[in-house]
């Protein structure tokens, strides 16, 4: 049925189902970003020099809620292990 979910998502939006989702994705992560450098200007800086996780979590694969998000942690700060 994937097909067909699909082809609801794209009769229901007005534009093809991949545009719609890169625009969306797209401005989050426009304003995630901006967020970002705003609270913590280093952090790019500092995740693209390498990574070095304190803590290894690892869960389910439900999308519901995120570890990130449960423990507030920040980029970078753990590994993340969900497809399990």
């Avoid at 290894?56 to 809620?65: A, E, M, T, Y």
């Amino acid at each position: 049925e994937p097909d067909a979910l699909w082809d609801y998502a794209e009769a229901h939006m007005g534009e093809p189902a991949d545009q719609a989702f890169e625009a969306e994705f797209g401005k989050r992560n426009q304003r995630w970003r901006k967020r970002m450098l705003k609270e913590s200007p280093e952090l790019f800086e500092s995740i693209g020099a390498g990574q070095a996780p304190k803590y290894f979590w690892i869960g389910c694969c439900d999308s519901r809620v995120a570890a990130e998000t449960m423990i507030e942690a920040k980029p970078g700060e753990i590994f993340v292990h969900r497809n399990i």
